[in-house]
């Protein structure tokens, strides 16, 4: 739902993938960005109208994809989709970060394009070792890449997140992956991948950056 440029190479990529696909728009002008070569349904409609999604298919429908410029109308269409045509797969594309909390909250998968689009930029832009590695579509949790002070080698791993608020997913130890476990023990060299929130963020890097209170 909705034929915007995301809207229009998804729906292209889906087709070269073989899937068949129906596309939604309010504007038919809006099908150009399609091409000749797109042999999926066109279907000119409000997209959370039922009797629109049901003329798109909604109700033999695999998945739905609300990529409209509205928040509201995108939120409207995956809620119609589940829950008046049972599509088992649905996700909204969400402007307001806070509102895609919400959405999350009903159940709703939602990529929160401006807290992600901002992340992707500040990687390529610091590189991976001083910006996030991943943030969940809502925007609300972020994965960062960490290596602890000096201070913190022969602590508990459990000691770096009590102390920073984070969880920590992996470490990087000898260039190889591993979860950690109750009996983690921080060794020198270590990269810690930890996931946190924007509110804790910052505390994150600075208590990593530093040694812990009473030292080592």
Request: aromatic letters at 6%; glycine letters at 12%.
């Amino acid at each position: 739902m909705g034929c915007g440029r995301v809207g229009a190479s998804l729906a292209l990529q889906l087709q070269r993938l073989e899937h068949s696909v129906a596309v939604i728009d309010m504007d038919p002008g809006a099908f150009r960005r399609l091409g000749e070569g797109f042999t999926g349904q066109r279907v000119t409609g409000v997209g959370f109208d039922r009797n629109t999604l049901r003329e798109a298919g909604a109700e033999r429908a695999a998945a739905l994809a609300a990529v409209s410029n509205g928040d509201n109308s995108n939120i409207i269409a995956a809620r119609v989709a589940r829950e008046t045509f049972g599509v088992a797969r649905v996700i909204a594309r969400i402007y307001d970060e806070r509102r895609a909390e919400v959405v999350e909250r009903l159940g709703i998968p939602t990529i929160a394009t401006v807290p992600w689009a901002a992340g992707r930029l500040l990687r390529a832009l610091l590189g991976p070792s001083a910006a996030e590695l991943w943030r969940d579509p809502s925007g609300t949790v972020v994965m960062v890449e960490v290596t602890p002070h000096e201070g913190w080698i022969g602590s508990p791993l459990r000691e770096f997140e009590a102390a920073t608020g984070s969880r920590v997913g992996y470490l990087t130890r000898f260039g190889a992956g591993e979860l950690p476990t109750e009996s983690t023990i921080i060794q020198d060299g270590d990269l810690v991948h930890a996931l946190t929130t924007d509110e804790h963020l910052p505390l994150l890097r600075e208590l990593a950056a530093r040694a812990p209170e009473g030292g080592r």
